[in-house]
């Protein structure tokens, strides 16, 4: 016949001898007790794990929404900058066109500052597209995150109820204290 440890913690007694000469005496009816609590506790620990991984998970979702957000305001910032330098480089071509004695606003100097026009544009749509694909990104990360953390929190209710379930089987199986005729 196995010991109530051996029945609790299936433990096998040749790995540890001291286990058969165990006699807990008047605290033998009490350690199936001692197991569910253990498996509480154990509950408790693994529902607090899923917890906060789901409340890393949701801080995370914060930080990639957060992250897309700035990454789209800096490149708007960038598109405002690109206008202005934009602005002041034709203006600077036009005044050295027109201390050159040169009519800017026919031939060569008009398709140079044209030209000058277009690149800057196409920097500035490209600051946009930026802007645009960082918050995108930002924000599926964020959902993706936030999805995490709920099957986190479930997976903790989960292995929580294992556990406990697990200890409370454990003390009610056949040959434990708790079953024993005359066990109190």
Do not use: C, H
């Not at 789209?72 to 071509?93: F, H, N, P, V, W």
């Not at 930002?138 to 099957?151: H, N, P, R």
């Amino acid at each position: 016949m196995r010991t109530l440890i051996e029945d609790i913690y299936w433990v096998e007694t040749e790995e540890i001898p001291f286990l058969r000469s165990a006699n807990f005496g008047p605290f033998a009816a009490i350690m199936p007790f001692i197991s569910i609590l253990g498996s509480g506790l154990g509950a408790l620990g693994a529902m607090n794990q899923g917890k906060t991984q789901a409340a890393i998970l949701q801080e995370n979702a914060n930080v990639a929404r957060l992250q897309g957000t700035m990454t789209a305001q800096t490149e708007k910032a960038k598109q405002l900058d690109l206008s202005e330098q934009r602005r002041k480089m034709i203006g600077a071509q036009i005044a050295k066109y027109g201390g050159a004695g040169v009519d800017p606003g026919v031939g060569t100097p008009l398709d140079v500052m044209a030209d000058t026009y277009k690149q800057y544009e196409r920097d500035i749509q490209y600051s946009g597209y930026t802007g645009e694909v960082a918050l995108t990104t930002g924000q599926y990360e964020a959902s993706s995150d936030e999805w995490a953390a709920g099957m986190t929190k479930t997976s903790g209710l989960l292995n929580a109820s294992g556990t406990l379930l697990g200890g409370i089987s454990k003390a009610f199986m056949p040959g434990s204290s708790l079953l024993a005729p005359g066990a109190s």
